[in-house]
């Protein structure tokens, strides 16, 4: 069975940085592309960025891009967001989601992915 277990979310500062990690198990990560996506309060899910299976490239949202990295060890099985230069903007529930099959290919849309974590809440605000 496939999980996906977020976790590093929370309360900052402005300004401030935070990195959230996605564990992932039941299925070999190596052969994944992982995205992150994002949902604040009243609003759809975004995507917030994702990263190729050999972590070779990474696309981002505008919205993030020169703030947020994404990397990955999947020795670890485990894929980071890190997040700096944090906006109360970027306030959210944060998940991240693989496709149903191996992939390299990262897409923006939800529906490009079957398996999602259950989410970790960060809070931008002073």
């Known amino acids: 069975q496939v999980q996906l277990v977020e976790s590093g979310g929370g309360l900052v500062q402005p300004g401030g940085s935070l990195r959230l990690s996605c564990a992932a198990s039941?299925?070999?990560?190596?052969?994944?592309?992982i995205a992150w996506f994002r949902q604040a309060p009243g609003k759809e899910r975004e995507f917030v960025g994702g990263i190729s299976r050999s972590g070779g490239y990474t696309y981002y949202a505008d919205s993030v891009k020169g703030r947020f990295t994404i990397s990955r060890d999947d020795a670890k099985s485990t894929v980071y967001l890190q997040m700096n230069s944090l906006k109360p903007e970027d306030t959210a529930v944060y998940y991240c989601?693989?496709?149903?099959?191996?992939?390299?290919?990262?897409?923006?849309?939800?529906?490009?992915?079957?398996?999602w974590g259950q989410g970790t809440q960060v809070t931008v605000s002073s």
């Open positions: 989601a693989a496709p149903l099959y191996s992939s390299d290919v990262v897409v923006a849309g939800t529906s490009g992915y079957d398996y």
């Open positions: 039941g299925i070999t990560l190596d052969s994944y592309i």
